[in-house]
């Protein structure tokens, strides 16, 4: 009796649950926002979008797939990004990719005035937009730049739920972040596994084969390896919690980023004893 | 990709702004906004060639019922006929709220 009990609670929450996964990236930043304090930038209704796009004969969003916004924190300002997966992958263009760094390279501004504001990165991203080439490339470099610059004065919080996942330039820009937020949906990874199968075959690596990917690249086996620093399921509120007490962490305490330990992943490294 | 225009009579004014939809496959972007006229404008961009007449049926439909002087932006990424009066709906909707 007791076993079923036990079940039946673990359904009522897993019912109750707000799936974070299942929300576009608008949804997602209001769910992360205090209530009634979401004030979007460079929204659809400005039709800041691709250029590009629509000379190779692909419709462009009005936003270009990413909504940025300020609000607060538990009353701190803050800057959420949030890349819209559905959209062409989630890819960064020219346009999606200054979005971000240029509301990250004015957050920086404000930072080194002494007026903080808290960067928040929600990633589903496939990587660069493969249409828009160096263009987006030099977006995720200076996205790149921009995260190393802010998190000497605040927390820089990234956040992979899924199902795309982060990859490419972006998943650099993910390990750049001084917390980072995971659920077991989530991927990290630098190439994603349809273009590893591609490029190598389909003896290296079976994309198809999701147990397999997952176990290299998921979310649960980047945490057991230190690349992820919370480990959620897909519950936006427990998120949202997570997102809070991060950045609420004394900066005094903080380790030093991981981009800055070589000696652990170089250890980390000899123990797996990878061959040439 | 294709642009495609239609225009349609209104007499109720409409004050807000509602964006719906996502350009993503099978789905559409709705963003709807006040129109400076007493008519109704709309504008798609779908990346699906060769649909108009059935892109006319769908909006005729829809605008039949419709009453509100909007300027409408559908951007396409080749949503069905139920999907496209599903989202318009969905921004019909949003007016109200």
């Not at chain 1, 990165?121 to 730049?145: C, D, K, M, S, Y």
């Not at chain 1, 610059?149 to 993910?174: D, H, K, N, Q, T």
């Not at chain 1, 917390?179 to 994603?192: D, E, F, K, S, Y």
């Not at chain 1, 591609?198 to 980047?222: H, M, N, T, V, Y």
Request: one cysteine or more; a negative charge; charged letters at 25%.
């Amino acid at each position: 009796m007791n076993t079923d009990a036990a079940a039946q609670a673990g359904y009522r929450r897993f019912l109750e649950r707000r799936s974070f996964i299942e929300m576009n990236a608008r949804e997602r930043v209001r769910a992360v926002l205090d209530p009634g304090t979401y004030r979007e930038m460079l929204g659809p209704f400005d039709r800041i979008k691709s250029p590009w796009l629509p000379l190779q004969g692909i419709v462009a969003q009005a936003d270009d797939g990413v909504v940025l916004a300020r609000g607060t924190l538990q009353a701190k300002p803050a800057l959420i990004a949030a890349i819209e997966s559905a959209y062409q992958g989630g890819s960064m263009g020219e346009v999606s990719g200054a979005k971000i760094a240029g509301a990250l390279e004015l957050a920086l501004e404000d930072c080194e005035q002494g007026r903080l504001i808290f960067p928040v990165l929600l990633f589903e991203t496939g990587g660069v937009r493969l249409q828009e080439a160096n263009l987006g490339l030099a977006a995720i470099a200076e996205i790149h730049a921009a995260i190393i610059a802010l998190r000497r004065y605040v927390p820089v919080v990234g956040v992979i739920a899924g199902m795309v996942g982060c990859f490419g330039g972006m998943s650099l820009a993910a390990a750049l972040c001084t917390h980072l937020i995971v659920t077991p949906q989530a991927r990290l990874g630098m190439n994603g596994p349809e273009v590893i199968e591609q490029e190598a075959g389909i003896e290296e690596l079976d994309a198809a084969d999701r147990g397999l990917i997952w176990s290299l690249i998921g979310g649960e086996r980047r945490y057991a390896e230190g690349f992820a620093d919370d480990l959620l399921e897909d519950d936006a509120d427990a998120i949202a919690a997570a997102i809070r007490k991060a950045v609420s962490a004394d900066p005094a305490s903080a380790a030093k980023p991981r981009s800055m330990q070589v000696e652990r992943y170089v250890e980390m490294l000899r123990k797996l004893g990878p061959t040439p | 990709m294709e642009k495609i225009q239609y225009d349609y009579p209104a007499t109720r004014s409409v004050a807000q702004r509602v964006h719906v939809g996502v350009v993503g496959s099978g789905d559409l972007e709705v963003l709807l906004e006040p129109s400076a006229d007493a008519r109704t404008h709309v504008v798609v961009n779908t990346s699906v060639d060769g649909f108009e007449a059935t892109w006319k049926n769908v909006l005729d439909r829809f605008f039949a019922r419709f009453d509100g002087a909007v300027s409408i932006e559908i951007n396409d990424f080749g949503a069905t006929p139920g999907t496209v009066m599903l989202r318009l709906a969905q921004a019909a909707e949003g007016l109200r709220a």
